[in-house]
């Protein structure tokens, strides 16, 4: 199906499921950075949603952990439907994020590096989906009848692609990883961004000020001003004065 991929692949030297791949993640990277770059956030976050709606569910309704009380209200055909409709989730909230708004999260002030970031984002989150997919499709036990990732797992040349890109490859071989880091990375970025970016401009600011003023605060060690009157001698004015109205006690050699 790819054959007429070979040319250009062979001139490259990779493989056609890694073309493939590499294209899709140079399209979704110039989409987000060049003509979307404020949604990035939002599309990465809302497949972040769909990967914890359903952890929850199956958290919740799936048959090791259900409890009687839920087994009750919900039967096994109910709560397998349940949690196998959220897998289809993390797809389309990627897309109805940015569509509907999403968060908006502060990205960097340089425009350029703005649509690297958001770049950067949209690809990660593209791979989060396409792992999430491998994950769907090694407990397709908990399906009981046909699903996406069923019929695309046991579709023909769907083996053959994976196992001829190394990327897909890498994917599906790290797949906690990948899933782990993206839910991570959503918190702090959603959290804690810009309380750890202020902390670390402020240390930064403090040390440049100490840096350009010297440690003391751009004072002399010893607190005073002492001038050398060329016959050895220092002149210096205690800060003090006395009690009846004449300067200090020191006095000035000339």
């Known amino acids: 199906m790819l054959a007429f991929l070979t040319p250009i692949t062979a001139s490259i030297g990779i493989s056609n499921p890694d073309f493939v791949v590499a294209a899709a993640g140079v399209l979704a990277f110039a989409i987000f950075a060049f003509l979307w770059s404020s949604k990035a956030y939002?599309?990465?976050f809302g497949a972040v949603v769909g990967i914890g709606i359903y952890v929850v569910l199956q958290t919740l309704l799936g048959p090791a952990y259900i409890s009687p009380e839920t087994a009750k209200v919900l039967s096994p055909s109910v709560s397998t439907f349940l949690i196998g409709s959220s897998a289809y989730l993390i797809p389309i909230l990627f897309f109805l994020g940015p569509i509907n708004g999403g968060l908006n999260v502060k990205g960097a002030e340089n425009p350029l590096i703005r649509a690297?970031?958001?770049?950067?984002?949209?690809v990660f989150a593209m791979a989060v989906i396409i792992t999430s997919g491998f994950g769907f499709m090694a407990q397709s036990y908990v399906f009981t009848a046909d699903t996406a990732f069923t019929l695309l797992r046991d579709s023909p040349g769907f083996t053959a692609f994976v196992a001829g890109s190394k990327a897909l490859t890498f994917l599906a071989s790290h797949m906690q990883s990948v899933v782990v880091s993206a839910?991570?990375?959503?918190?702090y970025k959603a959290f804690f961004a810009e309380i750890v970016g202020a902390t670390v401009a402020a240390v930064f600011s403090t040390l440049l000020k100490r840096m350009k003023g010297g440690w003391n605060g751009g004072h002399p060690e010893s607190g005073h001003a002492n001038h050398d009157d060329g016959h050895g001698h220092e002149d210096f004015e205690d800060e003090h004065e006395d009690p009846h109205g004449h300067g200090g006690h020191g006095h000035a050699h000339h």
């Open 42 to 44: 939002s599309a990465f």
């Open 116 to 122: 690297l970031e958001s770049g950067f984002v949209a």
């Open 183 to 187: 839910v991570l990375f959503g918190i």
